[in-house]
């Protein structure tokens, strides 16, 4: 996994500088700033029955577009983000209803929201319009995070759960604080921009992040063996150009 995350960084900052050296040279830097929704849960082994989290991104974004390599628009970008993850349980007995509390009488829930600073570091490939029009674009790279801090919403004692009912019992997740405060994985995304001289850059992307780390310990001796963050982000950035070439239509 260590040396995926390399290789991906390695490709991140070599390849549009390699590709320069042959494609039409670019040199533009634009800044700004994105907000997004983020559905996310956590990859648990043993597993733990689970709906998508919902949680809110945003932050400021960079973008360096360094070249045009034939119709491919080759581009560097960057984020540093605030980001509402974590993970939500579906509490279901045998029947696949939802399992009542014998002290409160309510349906159980339990979720987790876990905040971080994400910097996500982009090979971003564009085809169409650099100027003014549509553009349609893939990028991909890893992405680092630093916990911030947690918190839990529930409607039942964890004292008192209802363990009969229950088709699974894999809880010691519910009283684990994180213990891993960096995080670190594979972002890729798929969108479409649209560009307006006079108004600046507007990209909309839907994106998928894979944790390669835990927040729990996975060692032997630990529960979970297993305990990654897996997220799906709708994400709308503005950009607004600092230095713009002025050759390119």
């Given amino acids: 996994?260590?040396?995926?995350?390399?290789?991906?960084?390695?490709?991140?900052?070599?390849?549009?500088?390699?590709?320069?050296?042959?494609?039409?040279?670019?040199?533009?830097?634009?800044?700004?700033?994105?907000?997004?929704?983020?559905?996310?849960?956590?990859?648990?082994?043993?597993?733990?029955?689970?709906?998508?989290?919902?949680?809110?991104?945003?932050?400021?974004?960079?973008?360096?577009?360094?070249?045009?390599?034939?119709?491919?628009?080759?581009?560097?970008?960057?984020?540093?983000?605030?980001?509402?993850?974590?993970?939500?349980?579906?509490?279901?007995?045998?029947?696949?209803?939802?399992?009542?509390?014998?002290?409160?009488?309510?349906?159980?829930?339990?979720?987790?929201?876990?905040?971080?600073?994400?910097?996500?570091?982009?090979?971003h490939l564009g085809w169409g319009k650099e100027k003014k029009g549509l553009q349609f674009f893939f990028q991909a790279g890893p992405q680092f995070g630093l916990y911030l801090n947690e918190s839990t919403k529930t409607n039942f004692s964890l004292a008192d759960y209802n363990s009969t009912d229950r088709v699974n019992n894999t809880v010691a997740q519910d009283t684990m604080a994180v213990e891993n405060k960096f995080d670190y994985g594979i972002a890729a995304g798929l969108g479409v921009e649209f560009s307006n001289p006079k108004v600046g850059h507007f990209q909309l992307e839907a994106r998928y992040y894979y944790g390669l780390g835990n927040i729990y310990g996975d060692s032997k001796k630990d529960y979970f063996g297993k305990s990654n963050h897996n997220n799906i982000v709708i994400k709308l950035t503005y950009f607004f150009d600092i230095l713009n070439a002025k050759n390119k239509v």
């Fill in 1 to 123: 996994m260590y040396r995926l995350l390399v290789t991906l960084l390695t490709f991140v900052v070599t390849v549009p500088i390699a590709h320069a050296q042959i494609g039409q040279y670019r040199n533009e830097i634009s800044i700004g700033f994105n907000a997004g929704y983020i559905m996310s849960n956590i990859g648990f082994t043993p597993k733990v029955n689970q709906i998508l989290h919902g949680g809110m991104t945003g932050g400021i974004s960079f973008k360096y577009v360094c070249e045009k390599y034939f119709n491919t628009i080759c581009a560097l970008q960057a984020e540093i983000n605030y980001a509402q993850l974590g993970w939500k349980e579906e509490i279901l007995d045998i029947n696949n209803a939802p399992v009542i509390n014998t002290k409160t009488g309510m349906a159980e829930e339990y979720s987790r929201t876990i905040n971080y600073i994400q910097v996500p570091l982009f090979a």
